[in-house]
């Protein structure tokens, strides 16, 4: 199957997960960081999904699934580990609404892949649900390339385009900036501020 590769906007749109075992738990994690709102259908939650419920970051509905749970959902994720309940969940969702069936990719209209993150830098690996552990493993190679360091690297790379898109109106000097804060002497350097600031200064210079 060929996947389109997307980003989803979550904020305070409708998630239902199905099941409160550790596979949900994995799902829910990634919902609660991208601020989506949360409603889980379980009769048992782990520990830790529990304690996202008492602090509120997601709405527990103690009970098996029926198909009004998914009422308005935006998206719905199946993670009960049971395939009954995957395939009554798929047969109440709508076509409209994005499903993920976790034991059953191939009845799912959207995948989720292995993500690697540092801060605003994200990537993700699919190898469309060929192999899930391959998609792991390049994840942790992907982790030994692009460390802690790239998590100020990148917050600097925002603020830094931020201000050359507003401040900056030679075209040449635009394009002469976001293209040098990109090279490798700036992800490892000690005071990139001061790096920026000759850059600016040799410009001016020539």
Known sequence: MNYYPIYLNLMDKK????????????KIQGLIEAKAWITVVSPNLTEQLYQCCLEGEITWKQKTFSAEDINDAFLIIAAANDPEVSLAVKH???PN???????????SNFILPSVYKQGKLSMTVS????SPILAKKIKQSLSSQYGAEYKDYVDFLYDCRKWILQEVTDPK???????AITEREFVT????QKDFKDLLDKWSQS
Do not use: F, H, M, W
């Not at 998630?15 to 949900?24: E, L, R």
């Not at 609404?97 to 009845?107: G, I, K, S, T």
């Open 92 to 94: 109440a969702a709508a």
């Open 173 to 179: 000097l635009k394009k002469y900036l976001l293209s």
């Open 97 to 107: 609404q994005l499903l993920n069936l976790a034991d059953n990719p191939e009845e």
């Open 15 to 26: 998630a239902v997960v199905i099941g409160g075992g550790k596979v949900a738990e994995r």
């Open 127 to 130: 190898t469309s649900g060929a």
């Open 189 to 192: 350097s000690a005071n990139r």
